[in-house]
């Protein structure tokens, strides 16, 4: 039980420094802005249906 | 009703542009509305109001220096046969309308391919198509929606401190899981069960050696360079604190007693760290250190055999021929070919008004030149020019920094503390019981660790800094604050500091009866290019809508005097008092008609506003001086305001500017300098707090300990007060955590230091310090927001 729980530890950990390292932390203001701008893709899809 | 534009939010002109049932004050805002219109783009308006930037009209080849191989190469970052990477500098992102403009960039220009935006440091990185299309032209589109490209800045280190983001981590990592595995320890109740106890143990010891070798490192390096030169800072003692946990902890492991303080170890790593991020979150997309080249520009555009060709600055040899247009630098002292031309100089030496200089005369590097564009030759290259080694002179005085920090004396007086308190805790147990010395004297170097002394000065400095960078100061580092609320002078520049260079007051003393004489008056200065002449068309056409132009017999402005022209037998002179042949002791411009006074202005520069009520504030704690490097002309204007008259000097060079401040500084005094120019640059760096006031946060500003929004200036007072009452914050963070201090040594020298206490005393102390500060800081202040 321990075991498991250290192991999916340990995969964090990883998960975090291969993150940090490959820059996800560079800039931690732009993404919490970028994902409120609308798709495109979804815009003309929501034009596309009439409403129900 | 007052209408604004709908892309940038200005007041629509007298003729505003109408389209799509929209109005835009020019032709800028409006292509812009199109292009992004054209282009399915117009959420950009939904996120923000007004969000768009007024595009300047910037000529076709401003950006043509950048297809030059030597200057390109130093922008692009990464190129190959189809596309290449650059990355730009947009000082004029401001809001999320902005980032999302310029991450579709692609949609409204099909050679962009993709762009990037990193919003704190104000930079897009972009790729784009390299055979079909110029980086110059890449810079022109930009400049053209309203972000023009900064190419001045000094290659800034982009890269992030990956390895501190690691060493936090790490560090969050190690104290969670110990603490959660230690757990058990806090409610042990003689459970008989060991081995889960070894287990966590060991677990704890591995993943607290790479936190201790990796995430501290910092500490020991810095306690380390510390002694060396024979100073005390705080490092030593947190250095001391952490061997000592980890000591005692790796101690109990072997001895199979559970994993000791191994929980308090990582935890206090953790904190100190979070400490270090908080106090070093500075302002990315600001340069407190540009030196003078940045000020320059990247390229010139040399005369050679009839045409003209853009060179590298560094490339300038002496007797080249440069050709030097409108509103641009000059690069390099050299002789003026043409007849005439009208020099700014307000930048470099501080004189307010623009010089008018004829053939022959020498032009110094820094100088702007203001209408039409001239032919000179090169006497001196840029490094060599009469101002730029003034400069490099005096700035490679290196300030040493022999100031320390409030809290690095306070480690000082720990220190001692902790070694009398062992030792007098060891001889007290030498004789009551011998056989706990060891434990109480280890108990006592890990309780007084002072994890809370540590936080102190970053989070009562460092809150301090942000609400003063939300009221317009931006601060380099959080040692500025210790050093402001410590000035007791204040020096002042005049040309650009307390005045606005961008505004001039004319004052007319007369009114002028004649309709006919004021037509001739104001066709006189339209016709030169002087900027007194321009600021008193300004005047007269505001007043008066009469634009007839009037045809002269003959007319001729005289340099250094003023104008004269003649109409029939009428002569009309407009300038200096004895080229008007008039007495009155009064400095202004006059304006003749045949040697009989019509009317005469007064040209000041416009003084910023609050001053009057700035000085009030201020006169009461500190000494005011003002250093100018203009003539006396506004003396009467500085003592209206307030200053007194034996604190203010004129004809101040960049040198005696330098001297005035080591002056002050020898009799005892801490200086604050407040100045703008490149001038001001020597004695910005000599003063103990240098700021750089500045009208457009990202144009060049010299070298400062601390850039101030021109608006704030009257605010001085109110920074002052933020930094006098961080030091008063820290010195109550100091009490609480020496309150914190001295609870666990009473457990310490009482031998009854468990690793719940310390569990719980340090993460305590930790919060209580951090809240309190921000708490303090931020209600105190909370009026003041602006």
Redesign the interface.
């Known amino acids: 039980m321990?075991v498991v729980s250290?192991i999916i530890?340990l995969f964090?950990?990883v998960m975090?420094?291969w993150a940090?390292?490959s820059?996800q932390?560079?800039?931690?203001?732009?993404p919490s802005?970028?994902m409120?701008?609308?798709d495109?893709h979804k815009q003309k899809e929501n034009h596309g249906n009439p409403e129900i | 009703m007052e209408r604004i534009c709908f892309h940038c939010g200005d007041n629509l002109g007298k003729k505003p542009l109408q389209f799509d049932d929209k109005y835009f004050c020019c032709i800028g805002c409006k292509g812009v509305y199109l292009l992004l219109k054209e282009n399915h783009l117009t959420d950009f308006y939904s996120y923000e109001s007004n969000p768009g930037l007024k595009p300047l009209t910037s000529s076709q080849d401003k950006y043509a220096f950048l297809d030059l191989p030597e200057i390109r190469q130093r922008f692009i970052r990464f190129e190959d046969d189809r596309i290449a990477k650059v990355s730009l500098s947009l000082p004029n992102i401001h809001c999320s309308s902005c980032i999302f403009l310029l991450e579709n960039a692609h949609k409204a220009n099909s050679k962009i391919i993709h762009s990037q935006v990193n919003f704190t440091k104000k930079l897009a990185s972009i790729t784009f198509l390299t055979k079909e299309m110029q980086l110059s032209e890449l810079a022109l589109f930009f400049d053209r929606i309203g972000y023009p490209p900064n190419f001045q800045q000094k290659k800034e280190t982009l890269e992030t401190n990956k390895s501190f983001i690691l060493k936090l981590g790490l560090a969050g990592f190690a104290f969670g899981s110990i603490m959660l595995w230690s757990f058990p320890e806090y409610t042990r109740n003689g459970a008989e069960d060991n081995s889960f106890r070894y287990f966590t143990s060991w677990l704890a010891f591995l993943v607290s050696l790479p936190v201790l070798l990796y995430s501290a490192s910092e500490y020991y390096i810095s306690a380390y360079k510390s002694l060396r030169a024979k100073h005390l800072n705080l490092d030593i003692p947190i250095t001391l604190g952490i061997l000592a946990l980890y000591a005692q902890s790796v101690y109990s492991i072997i001895h199979y007693e559970g994993p000791g303080y191994m929980d308090s170890f990582a935890g206090f790593i953790f904190f100190l760290l979070i400490g270090k991020w908080f106090q070093n979150r500075t302002y990315q997309s600001l340069s407190f250190d540009r030196d003078y080249t940045s000020y320059f520009p990247l390229a010139v555009r040399k005369i050679k055999e009839n045409t003209e060709e853009i060179i590298p600055i560094e490339t300038i040899e002496i007797d080249d021929l440069l050709k030097i247009r409108n509103q641009e630098v000059i690069p390099c002292d050299s002789i003026l070919m043409d007849d005439k031309a009208e020099i700014d100089y307000s930048f470099v030496t501080g004189e307010s008004v623009g010089v008018s200089v004829v053939k022959n005369s020498m032009l110094y590097a820094g100088g702007k030149l203001l209408n039409a564009s001239i032919t000179v030759e090169v006497k001196e290259i840029t490094d060599r020019s009469y101002l730029t080694q003034l400069w490099n002179e005096q700035l490679d005085k290196k300030k040493t920094s022999t100031y320390q920090r409030y809290q690095d004396r306070v480690a000082a007086y720990f220190l001692w503390a902790v070694l009398i308190i062992c030792v007098i805790s060891m001889l007290c147990y030498l004789i009551i019981a011998p056989a706990l010395i060891m434990k109480v004297v280890v108990s006592v170097l890990i309780v007084a660790c002072p994890c809370a002394l540590a936080l102190s000065t970053p989070f009562a400095f460092g809150n301090a800094m942000r609400k003063m960078g939300q009221l317009g100061l931006y601060l380099k580092n959080s040692d500025v604050v210790e050093k402001l609320a410590e000035i007791d002078v204040i020096v002042l520049d005049k040309t650009g500091t307390l005045t606005d260079t961008r505004l001039t007051e004319v004052k007319q003393v007369r009114t002028i009866e004649k309709s006919s004489d004021l037509s001739i008056f104001i066709s006189m200065v339209e016709s030169s290019t002087h900027p007194i002449s321009s600021a008193i068309y300004a005047h007269l056409t505001s007043n008066h809508e009469n634009k007839k132009t009037v045809h002269f017999d003959s007319f001729d402005e005289r340099v250094g005097n003023g104008l004269i022209a003649t109409i029939n037998s009428d002569v009309f002179k407009l300038g200096s008092a004895s080229f008007t042949n008039q007495n009155m002791g009064v400095k202004g411009v006059f304006f003749t008609k045949n040697d009989v006074l019509i009317t005469f202005f007064i040209v000041q520069s416009t003084f910023r506003e609050g001053l009057s009520s700035l000085l009030n504030q201020i006169k009461l704690n500190h000494e005011i001086y003002v250093l100018s490097g203009d003539n006396n002309k506004e003396l009467s204007a500085l003592i209206d305001l307030g200053f007194n008259e034996q604190n203010i000097f004129f004809n101040q060079t960049p040198q005696s500017k330098l001297d005035f401040i080591e002056f002050l500084q020898n009799k005892g005094k801490r200086v604050m300098m407040v100045g703008d120019g490149l001038n001001d640059a020597p004695a910005l760096a000599q003063a103990n707090v240098g700021i750089a006031i500045s009208e457009d946060m990202f144009k060049f500003t010299p070298s400062s300990d601390a850039i101030l929004d021109a608006h704030q200036l009257k605010n001085i007072p109110n920074f002052i007060g933020i930094s006098k009452f961080a030091k008063v914050v820290l010195r109550v963070c100091l009490a609480f955590s020496i309150t914190y201090n001295i609870v666990g040594i009473l457990f310490a020298v009482t031998a009854k230091l468990t690793p719940l206490v310390a569990a719980i005393l340090m993460p305590m102390s930790s919060i209580t310090i951090v809240g309190l500060s921000t708490f303090l800081i931020y209600f105190r202040y909370l009026r003041l927001k602006n």
């Not at chain 1, 932390?25 to 732009?30: G, I, L, N």
């Open positions: 321990l250290l530890a964090f950990l975090f420094i940090t390292r820059g932390f560079d800039d931690d203001y732009t802005v970028r409120l701008f609308e495109e």
